[in-house]
């Protein structure tokens, strides 16, 4: 840390903007209308935010309108718009201890992570995608020689993104950056539980050199601004990520508007399976621990239905018994921190109530299982995990969304494959084992989008990102993230 006071310190004087930024200018909402954002970690009022509701939509999206006809962005050189890019990348990293304190203080993660994973993701998308986009050529389709048939990709127009509280900073960036390589403008709606950051990245690009109105942000709850985004006529697309639930109605708004295209990132509950052919079981299970509790469990991908071969789940249960407590929560602004606070109340109801359904399904909980910390008045819950756990419990069947675990047992490779698979979503899964066949016959079976082997959680902005199944469409991150935000045209010339 570069500046001599504490975080804690640094935290006292954090007073965030929470207006809109629609058009290039901080806004208050149409209506004149806020609501009080708090923090998860000791509760204390953070600011008010503007409600954005379909008036505010519906600037932000005249705006984003304009920007994308007048050509101001889109008809940009790929160069040009690079570097734009490139130095909005250079912004954020510049920014970055101001944007680390106020995810931290917004959604409860631990400040280190929010630096040296929040912050550094974020940044690393931005600059990778300003980088690929003057170096991706366009198409000539192999027609007779009568003809030259050129299929060019064209940017969208208006893109929006409505996006959650997890991974607030990141998951903009996966939307925003190919959305405004590509030549897009962008109506971003941040979370109602964590929209800060999403108003500083819009001003850092302004200060960047992004034109106004090429990327607006309209903070607000999901069924007011979020609702006027996806039903909005003259949005050509979606870029969702969040829960399955939600993901639907994306759908049904798109059916009720103008067929926009819905890309949907959704929820997860991926296996990780363990076999008795892979020698260190230690590691996987402190693999296990450390990818499960980071984020408090609040990540889409956390493998939260652990599959152990009945040979060696008692040596790998004892270990991770051993490694939980490891994670037990702490202070977020403490520097030394790896599990933090939990969203907000209601999420530490869901993440209690799925503790509770365990034990009343009968399954063992092994280490963690309570609330801590309350006297602070933020949302803590102990790292937890249950053992003796059926796949069709409650607790391995719906996303938990907070630091919970379920080891299940199995006797073969067949059964293996049938309980991973078992599941509405698949987002990712992971295979443990020492013979090469098994490996890659086991990664073949799994229905995800993501299959680790002995790893997860090995990430990195150049492969793609999503799901099978309920867990989602469309592809976050690599160069196939283009395919969302831009139209493929064919340009027919016949040649006499
Ligand atoms: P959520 O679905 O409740 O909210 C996501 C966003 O949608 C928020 O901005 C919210 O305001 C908005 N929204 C809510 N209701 C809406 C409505 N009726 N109309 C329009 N917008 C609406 O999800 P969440 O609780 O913020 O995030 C957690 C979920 O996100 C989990 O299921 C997690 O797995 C998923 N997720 C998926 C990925 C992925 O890449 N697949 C990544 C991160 C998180």
Not at 300 to 312: I, M, Y
Not at 373 to 397: H, L, Q, S
Not at 412 to 423: K, P, R, V
């Given at each position: ?55 505010d ?17 889109a ?28 995810e ?46 050129l299929?060019t ?16 900073m ?77 993901g639907?109605?994306?759908l ?13 990132e ?20 402190k ?12 990540s ?35 520097p ?10 209601t ?22 299982g ?28 719906e ?12 006797s ?12 509405a ?16 016959r ?7 989008g ?47």
């Open positions: 840390m570069t500046s001599s006071l504490s975080w804690a310190d640094r935290a006292a004087q954090v007073r965030p903007d929470g207006r809109a930024v629609i058009a290039g200018q901080r806004v208050a909402s149409v209506a004149g209308e806020t609501f009080a954002k708090h923090s998860p970690i000791d509760g204390r009022f953070l600011a008010d935010v503007a409600r954005g509701q379909a008036a939509v519906d600037a932000a999206v005249r705006a984003a309108r304009q920007a994308f006809d007048d050509g101001r962005w008809a940009r050189a790929p160069a040009a718009r690079k570097r734009v890019l490139q130095r909005f990348a250079e912004l954020i990293l510049g920014a970055k201890e101001e944007l680390a304190l106020l931290t203080l917004d959604m409860g993660k631990p400040i280190q992570y929010a630096l040296s994973v929040d912050v550094a993701s974020t940044a690393r998308c931005i600059q990778w995608y300003a980088e690929a986009i003057d170096k991706v050529y366009d198409e000539i389709a192999p027609t007779p020689r009568t003809a030259l048939a299929i990709r064209e940017p969208m127009g208006v893109v929006g993104a409505i996006v959650p509280w997890n991974y607030p990141i998951m903009a960036a996966w939307k925003l950056g190919p959305a405004l390589a590509a030549g897009n403008s962008v109506v971003l709606k941040p979370s109602e539980k964590s929209p800060f950051t999403a108003l500083r990245l819009a001003e850092l690009a302004l200060e960047a050199g992004l034109p106004p109105g090429v990327f607006n942000v309209v903070p607000g709850y999901g069924h007011e601004a979020g609702e006027a985004l996806a039903l909005h006529m003259d949005v050509d697309a979606i870029g969702f990520t969040g829960s399955t639930r939600v639907r109605r994306m049904d708004y798109a059916g009720r508007s103008n067929l926009k295209r819905v890309y949907n959704l929820g997860g509950k991926s296996a990780f399976v363990v076999f008795d052919d892979y020698a260190d079981v230690a590691r996987a299970a693999t296990l621990a450390g990818s499960m509790f980071f984020n408090q469990g609040e889409c991908n956390a493998p939260s239905r652990v599959l152990v071969h009945e040979k060696v789940a008692d040596e790998f249960v004892a270990v991770l018994q051993a490694e939980a407590p490891k994670y037990a929560p702490g202070h977020p602004l403490d030394k921190t790896v599990l933090g606070a939990l969203v907000d109340d999420q530490l109801r869901t993440v209690l109530g799925y503790i509770e359904a365990g034990h009343a399904e009968g399954a063992r909980c092994v280490s963690g309570r609330q801590v910390m309350a006297d602070t008045g933020g949302y803590y819950v102990e790292p937890t995990v249950f053992d003796g756990v059926d796949n069709r419990m409650k607790i391995a069947r996303e938990i969304f907070g630091p919970v675990t379920s080891v299940i047992r199995f073969d490779e067949a059964q293996a494959i049938a309980l991973a698979n078992d599941s979503y698949g987002l990712q899964a992971s295979v443990w084992s020492d013979h090469l066949n098994r490996a890659h086991v990664a073949r079976a799994l229905r995800a993501t299959i680790h082997v002995n790893s997860y959680d090995e990430d990195d902005i150049t492969v793609p990102f999503g799901g099978y199944k309920q867990s989602g469409n469309g592809r976050d991150k690599s160069l196939h993230a283009f395919d969302k935000y831009t139209e493929l045209k064919t340009t027919w010339v016949r040649l006499d």
